[in-house]
């Protein structure tokens, strides 16, 4: 078979070949939670049917996320036989293992996508040849670079391969670091489901070194999963230098955590010092922005509750806008700004 060459690109990354030009009529279905069989029919035929890479990885990838019903196995072992296209072979191998039909035939298919360019199919790949070989610990790093497209794809090739929690940890801990920030974000946001005191210490030591942006958002989030026993380690954060990468990581962690911090965001506001102010003021436009986000509701139990919290800082921040120096009236217009928009 051919190595799968190119920058295969997922939907999940809201990134499209440029002539996957129906592909978007498509994701309402595609990203769907659930589908019903007569949905997941069509998203085979999708998956069939396609010819450009972008709509053949977006369908591939969802039929992994929800696997079609065991009938279909026939056409897609079909598929791996006609080689036809390179990309749906791997992709029809790939599928079928997800459904539980975890051929040894196929580790040849997997183990030349393993090989390719592409991260994205590397993950993918990775995921199905853990399943198919559990004693090959080999692509855990590929592995844990799918959490982030496909938790649940992830998570059951990683179970086969790590005796123990532990070991899980120990790996993460290590990708945690890894030169791709891809990787580094997909262990952070796997850490975060930990919910260890080894989990949030070392997602605290990460958001005190880390500098890509893509990376401090997901670690925000990690730590913002465990909000009462991350605040203290965030609100220490409001002390830094707000111009420093990991102030901005510690910043959006707060903002993440809604109305946990607001209390925390509110004596900082308050303070003599000009880097909480700032710091504080930044936390709580990244909160109003949260809230205001259809998926708001992950971050907050209590969505309306906590926007009455975050209003209750706009005589705070007023004054600031009002009186404080240049650079704290910029940033506390913004949070007003931001506060507007939950009006």
């Not at 035929?45 to 992994?64: C, E, K, M, N, Y």
């Not at 990708?175 to 997909?186: E, K, L, M």
């Not at 913002?224 to 230098?241: D, H, I, R, Y």
């Amino acid at each position: 078979m051919k190595k799968i060459t190119g920058s295969v690109l997922l939907l999940l990354c809201a990134l499209c070949y440029a002539q996957a030009q129906d592909l978007n009529a498509y994701l309402p279905l595609l990203q769907a939670q659930t589908r019903t069989p007569q949905q997941n029919q069509q998203v085979f035929h999708l998956f069939r049917s396609a010819q450009d890479p972008a709509t053949i990885f977006a369908a591939g990838a969802s039929l992994v996320r929800i696997t079609p019903a065991k009938a279909y196995e026939p056409a897609l072992l079909n598929q791996i036989i006609s080689a036809e296209n390179p990309l749906k072979t791997v992709f029809s191998a790939i599928i079928l293992t997800s459904m539980g039909s975890a051929y040894e035939e196929l580790s040849p298919l997997l183990q030349d996508a393993l090989q390719s360019q592409d991260p994205l199919l590397r993950a993918y790949a990775a995921g199905a040849y853990g399943l198919v070989n559990p004693a090959d610990t080999t692509h855990t790093t590929d592995i844990i670079r799918l959490y982030i497209f496909d938790p649940a794809f992830a998570q059951r090739a990683m179970n086969l391969l790590v005796q123990d929690s532990q070991s899980l940890f120990n790996l993460l801990k290590k990708a945690s670091a890894d030169s791709d920030p891809q990787v580094r974000s997909a262990a952070a946001r796997w850490l975060g489901t930990l919910h260890t005191p080894q989990a949030l210490a070392q997602l605290d030591k990460r958001a005190r070194k880390e500098t890509d942006a893509t990376v401090q958002t997901q670690l925000a989030m990690a730590l913002a999963t465990q909000p009462e026993e991350a605040l203290a380690l965030a609100t220490k954060g409001l002390s830094l230098n707000y111009k420093k990468p990991a102030a901005t990581t510690y910043d959006l962690a707060l903002g993440f955590m809604t109305g946990h911090s607001v209390n925390a965001l509110k004596t900082a506001i308050l303070s003599t010092r000009t880097n909480e102010r700032i710091n504080a003021l930044r936390a709580a436009a990244y909160m109003a922005g949260v809230l205001a986000n259809p998926d708001g509701f992950a971050y907050s139990s209590d969505r309306s509750f906590d926007i009455h919290l975050l209003k209750g800082l706009i005589p705070q921040i007023t004054a600031l806008a009002n009186n404080g120096s240049a650079e704290e009236k910029k940033y506390a217009q913004t949070a007003l700004d931001q506060i507007e928009k939950l009006m």
